[in-house]
T-cell receptor
Framework: DQQVKQNSPSLSVQEGRISILNCDYT??????FLWYKKYPAEGPTFLIS?????DKNEDGRFTVFLNKSAKHLSLHIVPSQPGDSAVYFC????????????FGTGTRLQVTL | NAGVTQTPKFRVLKTGQSMTLLCAQD?????MYWYRQDPGMGLRLIHY???????AKGEVPDGYNVSRLKKQNFLLGLESAAPSQTSVYFC?????????????FGQGTRLTVV
């Protein structure tokens, strides 16, 4: 039972344009959502997060939007850069659960010149 | 500062062999985790620990054992490896179990069971 879903396995975007990565979840008990970025042969690294009580969080070129009623979140990268090419994982967690993460399947982003 | 270090980085095992994966963190974190990543599945939690001397099961614990004898180390053991355990294993640590606590990941161990 995949509680966090990323339905697009891959995405290709031109440098300078906007990248939009999507994530859906089924468990309404999730309180916190995170995006992790992963380069080949490296571990995931934290990118940005959002609490379930907010609908937007921004950090530089990265913005995460949360639509709680639709159980949907998205990561916007503006402008996209070649160094953003990586696999992006959406993850979620519930309060009081030892910060255990439930991950989506990942979206591979390729930013082309 | 090393962060989270996993040993070894690569390993090939024969079915039935045993091995231990070592995770070491130098950030004095209380919480540690073992995840596995498989194609099309994302990362799934195997076992975790909320402090020295404690361990708990995650989503996919069968076939694995863990120990946290020292705060800085979290060991993942495979007693009798099976081809289904071919995967990339990631260790992570976090300072506590808070909602906005960031987890730091190691570089991964690629394990192949033949």
């Amino acid at each position: 039972d995949q509680q966090v879903k990323q339905n697009s396995p891959s995405l290709s975007v031109q440098e300078g344009r906007i990248s939009i990565l999507n994530c859906d979840y089924t468990n309404s008990m999730f309180d916190y959502f995170l995006w992790y970025k992963k380069y080949p042969a490296e571990g995931p690294t934290f990118l940005i997060s959002i609490s379930s009580i907010k609908d937007k969080n921004e950090d530089g070129r990265f913005t995460v939007f949360l639509n709680k009623s639709a159980k949907h979140l998205s990561l916007h990268i503006v402008p996209s850069q070649p160094g953003d090419s990586a696999v992006y994982f959406c993850a979620a967690k519930k309060a009081g659960t030892a910060s255990k993460l439930t991950f989506g399947t990942g979206t591979r982003l390729q930013v082309t010149l | 500062n090393a962060g989270v270090t996993q040993t070894p980085k690569f390993r090939v095992l024969k079915t039935g062999q045993s091995m231990t994966l070592l995770c070491a963190q130098d950030m004095n974190h209380e919480y540690m985790y073992w995840y596995r990543q498989d194609p099309g599945m994302g990362l799934r939690l195997i076992h975790y620990s909320v402090g020295e001397g404690t361990t708990a099961k995650g989503e996919v614990p069968d076939g694995y054992n863990v120990s946290r004898l020292k705060k800085q180390n979290f060991l993942l053991g495979l007693e009798s490896a099976a081809p289904s355990q071919t995967s990339v294993y990631f260790c992570a640590s976090a300072i506590d179990g808070g909602l906005n606590t960031e987890a730091f990941f190691g570089q991964g161990t690629r394990l192949t069971v033949v």
